[in-house]
């Protein structure tokens, strides 16, 4: 089996690669040939996961070799507000690849709306096994406390949308509540969606390009990662 990888160069002091044709399939590594070697690992667990999930209806076979055929390289960078190359306190540009270019087809929506369900399912059971004295702990060296992490997943999707004029909630209209965030936010987003089938639109926002497919690639990602990243807190 071929599996198209972009990798994401600088991204917060590490290296992520994207399995392309695999939306919430990633690995991160210190260096672009380590996370190459993980990203089989990534999708071998990724593929369990659909399995487990999706039964008779998955649409990912078991495969006994993988060969991972890196497509490209994007290196992350930032930008001032005259969109001016500058250091790292300006604002981040992350990965636009040639396949984000490509609209959405009918399939690409119908699996991404369920990983979208099973990743938002795996979050919310993760989150019920939490103690509330847990959720508000500070924990040393991050930026948020877990809900503060919740709140964060809900605000991102949100961003997304409102990078391609997808969203008719202004940044003060978000809810501040967690729960009522990730609810409001995500019924967005899977409203939106199949409108996009199909549908050939990229947009500069702010120096930097989105599309459906990226923002699908990007809603997938970021709730699984910060998924993983509760998981290293509370273990």
């Known amino acids: 089996m071929q599996l198209r990888a972009g990798m994401e160069l600088n991204y917060e002091g590490r290296v992520l690669a994207w399995a392309l044709d695999h939306p919430g399939c990633f690995a991160y590594g210190e260096d672009d040939q380590e996370a190459l070697l993980l990203l089989p690992q990534a999708f071998i667990a990724y593929q369990h996961w659909v399995n487990f999930k999706a039964g008779e209806k998955?649409?990912?076979?078991?495969?006994?070799?993988?060969?991972?055929?890196?497509?490209?390289?994007?290196?992350?960078?930032?930008?001032?507000?005259?969109?001016?190359?500058?250091?790292?306190?300006?604002y981040s540009v992350n990965a636009w690849f040639q396949n984000d270019w490509l609209p959405l087809k009918e399939d690409d929506v119908e699996q991404g709306l369920m990983l979208m369900d099973w990743s938002r399912k795996d979050l919310l059971d993760l989150l019920a096994g939490i103690p509330d004295e847990m959720r508000e702990k500070k924990f040393a060296g991050e930026r948020w406390d877990i809900l503060g992490i919740v709140r964060h997943i809900g605000g991102a999707e949100w961003w997304y949308l409102d990078r391609l004029g997808l969203t008719d909630l202004a940044r003060n209209e978000v809810p501040h509540d967690p729960f009522e965030r990730l609810d409001v936010i995500r019924k967005q987003v899977k409203t939106v969606i199949p409108s996009l089938i199909g549908k050939d639109l990229v947009v500069g926002k702010e120096g930097e390009f989105w599309s459906p497919r990226k923002l699908l690639r990007r809603v997938l990602w970021h709730e699984k990662d910060h998924i993983h990243h509760i998981y290293k807190l509370i273990s």
């Open 58 to 90: 998955s649409w990912l076979k078991e495969t006994p070799d993988i060969d991972v055929r890196l497509l490209e390289s994007f290196k992350v960078y930032s930008i001032n507000e005259n969109y001016e190359v500058t250091g790292e306190d300006g």
